[in-house]
């Protein structure tokens, strides 16, 4: 039997062990990095958009709370692949939404559409999902007012 300092140990070791396998590369160089922010993509490859659907139910595009220091852009690169498994390239800032969320028109590798798996750090989402515009409507949205935006831009 360990001691009971011993089995703490253990277990922060686990953990540490589990968060470096999870944890994303580091941020690809971005030429003009915008300010911290909290961020997301939007991801639309062969006519579909790539979306999460939450531990609520709901779906919502990949994104989430910058870290200390972090550029919007590396954000939303960095929850993107925390939360789908997908490495994508940050392009164009598209919208700032009244919460300060910005909201950058990402692209995935050659060949990644259909790919994705939720790394296993990624407690919130439950499932992701490529969706194109006439499934948009199946589901319950975290941010309902994001659905025109993505309709239009799959329009595009």
């Known amino acids: 039997m360990l001691k ?5 140990f253990a277990i922060v070791l686990l953990l540490a062990g589990l968060i470096a396998c999870g944890k994303p590369p580091a941020c690809p160089d971005v030429s003009l990095p915008l300010p911290p922010a909290n961020a997301g993509c939007l991801v639309i490859q062969e006519r579909q958009v790539l ?6 139910g709901k779906i919502s595009l990949p994104g989430g709370t910058s870290e200390r220091g972090e ?3 590396c954000t939303a690169w960095r929850e993107t692949f925390e939360e789908t498994g997908l490495a994508v390239q940050v392009g164009a800032r598209m919208q700032v939404f009244d919460n300060g969320f910005s909201l950058f028109r990402c692209t995935t590798a ?3 559409y259909g790919q994705s798996q939720v790394p296993g750090l ?5 499932e992701v999902l490529w969706l194109n515009e006439s499934q948009l409507g199946d589901y319950a949205w975290r941010f309902p007012s994001q659905q025109a935006m993505i309709r239009a831009a799959l329009q595009q």
């Open 51 to 56: 979306m999460v659907r939450e531990l609520t």
């Open 4 to 8: 009971p300092g011993l089995n703490a």
């Open 71 to 73: 550029s919007a852009q």
């Open 122 to 126: 990624a407690g919130e989402i439950r």
């Open 110 to 112: 050659p060949g990644a």
